[in-house]
Structures are given as structure tokens and as C-alpha cells.
């Protein structure tokens, strides 16, 4: 059914509804390559018909006074845009955005937004694009609002489990099934850290040591995510160049990293940019709770707040 109630606007009453999860990226040694899509938490987004244009209607939840409503400055505006674009799409879209991702957290906030907007457009096109396709299309968001292109959170926010991109041009990922027993804890201290300031402290160059490091450990790394290796894939969080170039824009780092080994983590390593510090655990063996517990009154003693919690991995975008 359409009806004419918004500016004027040709609107049809069927909304559709889509989660957009965080995502970790990085992984240690595979910067801009490796992620992986978490449980939770999620942004859900509310996507219709209308007859032409992107208007954001609402944006509700985490850091929503900071995030643009102009469909051109926000991520699943842009993303949503691209797709209709590439489909040659007659028709606009009202979209309501509900973030239950942080924004500059590090968990691929902006990410999950881009990735929720192309998906939710995609289905409005009948998906005809192909998945690569809507990755770059969530991509061109992340590039525009983060000033550098990088797929390594849309890719496992639209394509679920872990996944790893082979090249950007042309674009090409695979998606792997993370081992049932691998579980993720999320600290979240209370500082805010955007992806565009966080790329500009990074090295232009690195030594070939360090290739050599980074390619050893991020082999071994997609290996033992396909073989359930825990202990070789915590031994494969390794990054020589990207998580050393970042560690004083994140207060505590290093002392949570060493709080989660000390607990018995697998691995203990900054999520993307930051400040998100993630810790793998074998929930075979643990809850995660205490590593959890810990790194979060770590802050709170140092005057810092800090939200933490237990999660695993996910599948990816969905509509519900
Ligand atoms: N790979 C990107 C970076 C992810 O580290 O800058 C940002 O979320």
C-alpha cells in the first residue's frame, strides 16, 4: 500500500527490519584483512520504500547525537546508496537507525551500519548484486567516512564467521566457520578513538622482518580458525606494525592484554583501531567472566569507565 504523508514523499507502509553485528577486526596480524562478526552487540535497522532520495528518519541508541542524519556523511545512508546505484534502483529509501554498537569503539561501529545499510537495501532490490559486490558497496562507506578503504568489518558483518580478503582489486574474501568453542571477551573502556585519527599514526612502510612476521603468523592464524587450533591461533595474534603504531592513543593496553594472559586467554589484543581491548578464550575451559571482570575494575581503579562482556561469534547481518 503506498500513501503520500512524509514532505510529500510516496511512501510504502512495509518496513523491513535488519541486525548488523559488531565485528572485530585486525586479528593481529592481519591488518585491513582479517574479522570476524560477534554475537553480539548488535544495530538494527528499519529500511522502506519511498519514492526517491535516502532520508534518515531517526537515529536512536549508542552516541546518537554525534552520528550525521544527512544520507550523504552517514554509513548506512551511503552504503545504502551505492547499492541502490549499482542495482539502477527507481526508487529511494526512509531508513531508522537504532546503534547498539558505540561509535569509535573499535568494534566496527560505523562498520555495522554501512554493512546493515546495503544489506537492507539489497533486499529491496531483490539481492541481485553479488555478495563481493555489496561488501565494496558497504566498503565505499567505510572509505568515505573513515578516509581510508577498508572492508576488513563490512566483510564479516554481510558474510558471517571469520573471514579474509584476498585482494581489494579486484575485491575477493572467503568466509571460514571460527571453531565452535572459540569465545570472545569485549572491554570497552570509556574513550573514544575514530578510525581517520587512528590510520594517521600508522607507518607508511614496514620492514621486511616484519612482512615476514605478519605473513608466518597470519598463515598459521587461518589454519588453526579452519582446524579449531586454539592454542596455535592465540600464538598467531601477533602484529608487529599496527597495534605498536596505536598503543598510546589507548590508555592500559598492555596492562589488560597482560590481565587476560594472566587469566588464562588465549589471546589478548586491540580490536580494529581501538580501544576495544579483545580477548579469545576457550569456552571449553572458562567462562570469560573473570577476564571480563578484571580488565573493567582495572580501569575503574585507573579513573577510566569500562564496559566489558562475554560474547562468540556470529553469522553476520539478517533480516528479522
Ligand atoms: N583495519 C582497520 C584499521 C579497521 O585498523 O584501521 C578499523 O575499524
Request: charged share 20%.
Amino acid at each position: 500500500m503506498i500513501q503520500s504523508d512524509y514532505n510529500g514523499v510516496h511512501m510504502s507502509e512495509e518496513w523491513i527490519k535488519i541486525i548488523a553485528p559488531a565485528t572485530i577486526s585486525n586479528l593481529g596480524p592481519g591488518f585491513d584483512v582479517f574479522g570476524m562478526a560477534l554475537q553480539k552487540p548488535f544495530d538494527t535497522i528499519m529500511v522502506r520504500k519511498i519514492d526517491q532520495g535516502i532520508i534518515i528518519s531517526s537515529i536512536e541508541g549508542q552516541g546518537a547525537d554525534g552520528i550525521p542524519r544527512e544520507a550523504d556523511l552517514n554509513s548506512a545512508g551511503i552504503a545504502a546508496a551505492e547499492v541502490l546505484r549499482r542495482c539502477d534502483a527507481e526508487f529511494g529509501l526512509e531508513m531508522k537507525i537504532v546503534k547498539g554498537i558505540r561509535p569509535c569503539s573499535g568494534i566496527g561501529s560505523s562498520g555495522a551500519s554501512a554493512a546493515g545499510g546495503a544489506f537492507a537495501a539489497h533486499v529491496l532490490c531483490d539481492q541481485v548484486l553479488s555478495t563481493m559486490e555489496l561488501v565494496m558497496c558497504a566498503a565505499h562507506a567505510e572509505e568515505v567516512t573513515s578516509g581510508g578503504l577498508h572492508a576488513d568489518n563490512v566483510a564479516p558483518c554481510i558474510m558471517g564467521g571469520f573471514t579474509a580478503i584476498r585482494s581489494y582489486q579486484p575485491f575477493e574474501a572467503i568466509s571460514i566457520q571460527p571453531p565452535r568453542n572459540l569465545g570472545v571477551v569485549v572491554a570497552m573502556p570509556d574513550v573514544m578513538v575514530s578510525t581517520m585519527e587512528s590510520r594517521k599514526v600508522l607507518p607508511h612502510e614496514v620492514k621486511v622482518s616484519d612482512l615476514v612476521f605478519h605473513v608466518g603468523n597470519a598463515s598459521c592464524f587461518v589454519h588453526a580458525m579452519q582446524t579449531g587450533d586454539l592454542d596455535l591461533l592465540g600464538r598467531s595474534v601477533r602484529d608487529a606494525v599496527f597495534e605498536p603504531a596505536r598503543v598510546n592513543l589507548i590508555p592500559y593496553l598492555k596492562q589488560a592484554e597482560d590481565i587476560a594472559m594472566s587469566l588464562g586467554a588465549k589471546a589478548s589484543f586491540l580490536g580494529g583501531s581501538g580501544p576495544c581491548v579483545i580477548s579469545f578464550i576457550d569456552t571449553d575451559m572458562m567462562d570469560g567472566q573473570n577476564i571480563a571482570d578484571s580488565i573493567r575494575d582495572m580501569y575503574h581503579e585507573n579513573g577510566i569507565g569500562c564496559e566489558s562482556w562475554v560474547t562468540s561469534w556470529g553469522l553476520g547481518c539478517k533480516r528479522v
